[in-house]
């Protein structure tokens, strides 16, 4: 088991921006299917896709909101380990004689 903890904070933030693009792609597909209307034939397939879209823009509704916090979720822990990172490296004593090297 490895004693260290390692975290990108600029790949939570890469993750975060994905769940807001599948966020988008549900946003783009929502009443799709039930603008079609009476051209998708008898009245027993508009009535069960009118049925599936109602379902869907239901479902899509509650993984929106579960996507929208996970991305901020990811957000907030990026910015959180991002600043703990910073305010531990300022603690650190400086040893003099070479700047720019990581102790």
Do not use: K
Request: hydrophobic share 40%; charged share 20%.
């Amino acid at each position: 088991m490895a004693d260290q903890l390692s975290v990108d904070p600029d790949g939570l933030v890469t993750f975060a921006d994905r769940m807001d693009q599948a966020r988008s792609q549900f946003d783009i597909s929502s009443g799709y299917v039930g603008s079609m209307g009476s051209e998708t034939g008898p009245a027993e397939v508009c009535d069960g896709l009118s049925d599936f879209d109602r379902r869907w823009t239901a479902a899509r509704q509650i993984m929106d909101s579960y996507f929208a916090g996970i991305a901020t979720v990811a957000r907030n822990v990026a910015t959180a380990l991002t600043a703990t990172d910073q305010n531990l490296a300022g603690s650190l004593p400086h040893f003099g004689g070479h700047p720019g090297v990581d102790y």
